[in-house]
């Protein structure tokens, strides 16, 4: 075992382009190979990548519960470098497992991935910002920990079943007639 950190992706299909993984992979250049991994899981091939480049390590699908929720537990930081999404599942399960999200400011990112404080935003489409915002984190473990503290937090107080089941009623009772 190695003492490198672990920077997380995943999606059903890494080679959907509005997954971002095409940008992921340019911001990629800026991760120091010798203290930074890669892994990603879902569908679509582990990349080729050059000698000069850290690693990237495909998972494959991961069905079982228990070991995705070790996957993101064990993640440094998940990205989600999607260019269009609305709440993906994947950064909210990442938040609930205490590890914070770095993705573009795109979509329903900004409702849960909350600079400074969850994570963190780049300018959607900017690898280049995102690839800072990711190094930005690596180097910071102290402030990486507070924020996947808080995520998990928030993601208890705000996104649990109950609380998301009773915006539901709240929703549905607005726009039905009693």
């Not at 899981?41 to 080729?48: K, L, M, R, Y």
Request: proline content about 6%.
């Amino acid at each position: 075992t190695d003492d490198k950190r672990i920077v997380l992706f995943g999606a059903a299909s890494s080679e959907n382009r509005r997954k971002g993984f095409h940008c992921l992979l340019n911001a990629w250049s800026a991760m120091p190979r010798e203290t930074v991994r890669g892994v990603m899981f879902g569908g679509g091939e582990a990349p080729s990548l050059g000698s000069d480049q850290a690693e990237i390590r495909h998972l494959g699908f991961i069905s079982d519960a228990e070991k995705l929720r070790l996957v993101y537990s064990a993640a440094d930081l998940f990205v989600l470098p999607s260019l269009e999404d609305n709440l993906p599942q994947t950064g909210m399960e990442a938040m609930s497992c205490g590890t914070p999200v770095v993705a573009f400011a795109a979509g329903g990112f900004p409702d849960y991935v909350r600079p400074g404080e969850t994570g963190s935003l780049a300018p959607t489409g900017d690898s280049k910002a995102l690839a800072r915002e990711i190094c930005h984190l690596l180097e910071h473990p102290e402030r990486r920990h507070r924020m996947g503290i808080r995520a998990r937090q928030m993601m208890a107080e705000e996104y649990s079943q109950p609380i998301e089941s009773a915006r539901y009623v709240d929703f549905f009772r607005s726009i039905v007639p009693a």
